[in-house]
């Protein structure tokens, strides 16, 4: 009644507020989702950033939380871009070095007046080549110079609010002013964290767009083949008023939240494929209820109760998510939980409000013939004689299905059948290989990730993403540039270089400058005086195959520098501004790059050839931290101490993290289930089932992702979705798809489950309820199946692995669910537990019926086919045999 007297000003709110501010909100709700890894707070990661605040304060210019901006300039021309001969010379070096002062007059207004130095720092080939870094200048180009790299580095100002801004700015001043002075017969790519958080974003909205284009029409359509008692050309406006303004209103709360939390740019993609599918789903359950007997207050009292169990469940489900110690999932179960509940309010006030308009009259077809025996049992007492003929149809496809579903022989060969299918898939679930590698969080088309493996091919692949080893003196009041300093790195660094040795790491670089040292310590020791004798200058350890690169004051290239070399650099740099023997000026520039004002730390920065996101550089990152651990414990160290940063560091340390707070989720996703469950239909037995059915759901859908993207049994299809992803599945895929699988899975048997426990109410026998339960909703909720399974199969399209695998397990999933467990699995044990499947509930007595038609058994689900019934007050048991002869 307060929905109908408030129908007007419900509908003008919506349609004049909420859908204004909404489309407003969701464009700012999506421009402020980031997907930066943060370090988990105890970590090793977190520990290590802390130590590097503590010693660098916010002169930190390597810190991972702000990654360099990457820019490539390459040529297909066969001309040079680092021989000074070469046409293409002159316009690349002023190219890049008129960038720094192009950015420092565009970018950030407030720093304007600053010196660029302050804030910005540009290297590039040319930038070092200028300073007379001719040997450290080689590792910004390839060999043949085709290409060369230019790295953007930039502090931001800790107590500003808007940093990403900056940051988004700073990136689109590169990008134009390189797409207006890139020289000729040369191209620019990007890539970087930034850019490819970039490129992920673009993604999203392209996502975004092909499910409005899409699914959302195929979604409506199957809304009117369902509903047959409705109009198809009138009905699909319903679900598009309440998709629509439950879109609005979760975009406006998430705003808000996005300016207090990080969101994920996966979330507004879960969150819209939610809406599209759960919005159907109850805007269908609502109709179909309203369209049996036209009815408001029965729609809302047998409906509304269902919906609000279902959204409870799902919220919590998705909540569940917040448990764990990553903010970017957290996100992900908020948003969701945001979804469902809009999903829930919208529903339960908006399709009331549209009923109760000229709409509800639109929407009904005209009834041809006569639908009387079609009265639903909710609609009687149980004490009045009923006759539910026509109610399931004999001829029917639920009526043929269930006399097989609850025969007491044909029901055991069905479910050992169905068990034969799915365990022999769900046993590969075990074999499940989660993987950090960016390949699978970027879209396989990303001009960022494409120019990172050509860069990587060609400088190797740690470049973009390089370990810092942090040595930190203060505990033992030691200076890291003092003798004893040394001595410590040098023995930290043989014991890491002794990983690569030993193959623990994978293959990366081999330092082939050895000829070049020699020719520099030649130098340095007719600049210095230094004889034959007395020269330690250079102190090169065994050559091997060395994989991981280290540089810092105490190694260059993997060349250990001695203490005496590092002293007389500083004596140099003191002497003269400008030291004229490059090797002394590259240990200063080196010097002031990686050690702290007061002396006391310094860094080793650790570059990987291999991808440090991938397995071979989490071995070595797992076996550089034990290592580290033992010369500590050991006392090898004289308690200086020793950490490991960087971003695959933080992002190891994160999935570690998540991993081992999930078993503890999962358990309490369950719990949750069990009690709201047990909570709503009053019995223990109900809940068990739905936990055990979901387990086999999760089981078979995490085999089957197995099967397909780890061994690629769908490989033929040629289906780049389908398609084998390196036999690994992105590591946020099982995260985010459990709670949500487990909350449709609870869905659709709320909706079953619910209306059996009706039928059974009213005074129909167990198997009788079965029987109407699965008519009742057997088309909903295979139409509501099919509605999810096109949401969520809608990403499937995505060009990024994480999305498409994360939807292919949700579609696999529901569709299992709608067509396996809960059409077959369900029935049949209910058909066994017989009456314990409510226990304990107390239920009213079964109808007895009283008719003169031969029926053979038990098996003609008794008042199916009776002619009329009345109630047995002194039988407290399930009647043996509804009907006799």
């Known amino acids: 009644n307060l929905i109908a007297f408030c129908k007007i000003p419900i509908l003008v709110v919506i349609v004049f507020g909420i859908w204004p501010f909404g489309i407003v909100s969701f464009r700012r709700f999506q421009d402020s989702t980031d997907s930066t890894f943060h370090p988990i707070p105890g ?70 007046t600053q010196n660029a130095d302050d804030w910005l720092k540009v290297t590039s080939y040319y ?19 085709d290409s060369v790299l230019l790295s953007i580095q930039y502090l931001l100002d800790p107590n500003a609010t808007n940093t990403r ?12 002013y390189g797409d207006l002075y890139k020289p000729d017969n040369c191209t620019i790519s990007y890539t970087g964290i930034k850019w490819f958080q970039s490129d992920l974003m673009t993604a999203t909205k392209t996502d975004l767009k092909r499910m409005d284009a899409l699914v959302l029409p195929l979604a409506l359509l199957l809304v009117g083949v369902v509903l047959p008692k409705a109009r198809p050309s009138v009905v699909w406006i319903i679900p598009l008023f ?34 599209l599918g759960m919005g159907i789903d109850y805007t269908l359950f609502l109709l179909s209820r309203y369209l049996e007997m036209e009815e408001m207050t029965h729609m809302l009292q047998y409906g509304g109760q269902v919906l609000l169990l279902s959204g409870w469940t799902l919220m919590c489900t998705f909540l569940g998510l917040v448990c764990l110690p990553l903010a970017m999932l957290k996100s992900v179960g908020i948003g969701a939980a945001v979804a469902i509940g809009s999903c829930l309010i919208v529903n339960l006030t908006v399709v009331p409000a549209l009923l109760h308009t000229q709409l509800a009259t639109w929407i009904v077809q005209p009834a041809t013939t ?35 579903l609850l025969h007491p022989y044909k029901s055991v060969i069905i479910f050992l059948l169905l068990v034969q299918l799915i365990i022999p898939v769900a046993l590969y679930a075990t074999q499940l290989k989660s993987s950090l590698s960016f390949d699978l969080m970027l879209p396989r088309t990303s001009p960022s990730l494409v120019t990172y493996h050509d860069l990587g091919r060609k400088l190797g692949y740690g470049r973009t993403s390089p370990y810092r080893i942090l040595f930190d003196g203060h505990s033992v009041d030691t200076r890291m540039d003092s003798e004893q300093g040394f001595d410590v790195m040098h023995r930290v660094l043989d014991e890491l270089s002794a990983i690569d040795k030993d193959g623990n790491g994978g293959i990366t670089h081999l330092s082939t400058g050895l000829q070049e040292f020699e020719e520099q310590k030649r130098t340095l020791m007719e600049a210095l005086g230094f004889t034959k004798d007395n020269a330690t200058v250079l102190c090169e350890p065994e050559v091997q195959q060395q994989t991981t690169n280290y540089a810092g004051i105490a190694v260059l290239k993997n060349v250990y520098v001695p203490h005496s070399l590092f002293v007389a650099a500083k004596y140099c740099a003191q002497v003269k501004p400008h030291c004229p023997v490059e090797i002394l000026h590259l240990v200063e520039y080196v010097d002031q790059m990686s050690t702290s004002s007061d002396r006391y730390a310094t860094f080793v920065t650790a570059t990987l050839a291999v991808n440090p996101f991938s397995d071979q550089g989490v071995k070595w990152l797992e076996s550089a931290r034990e290592t580290i651990q033992r010369l500590q414990d050991g006392h090898a160290l004289g308690g200086i101490q020793v950490y490991i940063e960087g971003s695959a560091a933080i992002e190891y340390d994160a999935v570690e993290a998540v991993y081992g707070a999930f078993p503890k989720v999962v358990t309490i996703t369950m719990l949750v289930v069990f009690v709201l469950f047990g909570a709503f239909f009053k019995s223990i037995v109900a809940p068990l089932r739905s936990v055990v059915s979901i387990a086999m759901t999760l089981c078979f859908v995490f085999g089957l992702c197995v099967l397909v993207y780890q061994h690629g049994i769908l490989n033929w299809t040629r289906v780049p979705s389908w398609t084998s992803t390196g036999d690994e599945i992105s590591w946020l895929v099982p995260v985010m798809a459990f709670s949500i699988i487990v909350g449709l899975a609870l869905d659709y048997d709320v909706f079953l489950i619910s209306r059996i426990l009706e039928y059974r109410q009213e005074g129909l026998d167990h198997e009788s309820s079965i029987v109407a339960g699965l008519y009742s909703t057997g088309g909903i909720i295979t139409a509501a ?53 409510w226990w304990p509930r107390r239920l009213p007595p079964v109808l007895v019926v009283e008719t003169a038609n031969s029926v053979d058994s038990r098996l003609s689900l008794g008042p199916l086919s009776a002619s009329h019934c009345r109630t047995s007050r002194g039988n407290e048991q399930l009647t043996q045999a509804l009907l006799s002869p």
């Not at 940051?167 to 590169?174: A, S």
């Not at 009687?380 to 043929?400: A, K, L, M, N, Q």
């Open 43 to 112: 970590s090793p990661s977190a520990v290590a950033q802390d130590a590097f605040e503590q010693n660098y304060a916010s002169n930190d210019w390597m810190n991972p939380m702000h990654p360099s901006l990457l820019l490539v300039l390459s040529t297909d021309t066969n001309y040079s871009l680092t021989s000074r001969d070469s046409p293409l010379y002159d316009p690349a070096r002023d190219f890049f070095l008129s960038l720094p002062k192009h950015l420092n007059k565009t970018c950030w207004n407030e720093t304007a």
């Open 127 to 145: 930038s070092l080549q200028q300073d007379d870094l001719h040997w450290l200048s080689k590792s910004l180009a390839t060999k043949n110079g």
């Open 165 to 176: 801004s900056q940051v988004h700015e700073l990136m689109n001043v590169v990008q134009e």
């Open 242 to 275: 309440t998709i629509f303004t439950t879109v609005c209103c979760w975009s406006i709360i998430m705003s808000f939240l996005s300016a207090k939390i990080q969101i994920t740019q996966f979330t507004p993609s879960i969150m819209t494929s939610l809406t």
């Open 370 to 404: 006569d639908t009387t025996t079609e009265e639903s049992f909710l609609q009687r007492r149980p004490d009045t004689e009923i006759s539910p003929d026509g109610v399931v149809p004999h001829d029917s496809f639920w009526y043929r299905l269930s006399q097989h």
């Open 785 to 837: 199946g099919l509605i999810m399974a096109v949401a969520f199969g809608g990403l499937m399209f995505s060009s990024s692995p994480v999305l498409y695998q994360w939807s292919f397990l949700l579609t696999s999933a529901v569709l299992l669910d709608t067509f396996v467990i809960r059409t077959l699995v369900v029935p049949i044990v209910l058909g066994w537990t017989g009456k314990f499947s």
